[in-house]
């Protein structure tokens, strides 16, 4: 409840937050998500389960450096504490991702 009422989050429509699309998604959210979502949505007696499982446990072992095709919308985030940042979110990065 906490976050839902921040100023910073006041017009999301936390009923429809499924239906939102992200405004940048890097090739490696997009196969979390989609593993995510066939895991949700799989009998856990599935041959592919398990596996699906530690594919998506293993997307988060090592991020890696960011690629270069990536970096421009990282590099548009504010730094955090600046006076951007402050006015977005209270002084934190987006999604606790810094400025490179």
Request: no cysteine.
């Amino acid at each position: 409840d906490e976050l839902r009422s921040h100023p910073w989050l006041a017009d999301v429509d936390w009923s429809a937050l499924d239906d939102y699309e992200a405004p940048y998604t890097t090739a490696h959210g997009q196969l979390v998500g989609s593993l995510m979502s066939a895991i949700g949505s799989m009998d856990r007696s599935s041959a592919d389960f398990d596996p699906m499982v530690k594919q998506l446990a293993g997307a988060f072992d090592d991020f890696g450096p960011i690629p270069a095709e990536e970096l421009g919308w990282y590099k548009s985030l504010p730094t955090p504490g600046s006076a951007s940042a402050k006015s977005r979110g209270g002084g934190r990065s987006v999604a606790g991702m810094r400025r490179g």
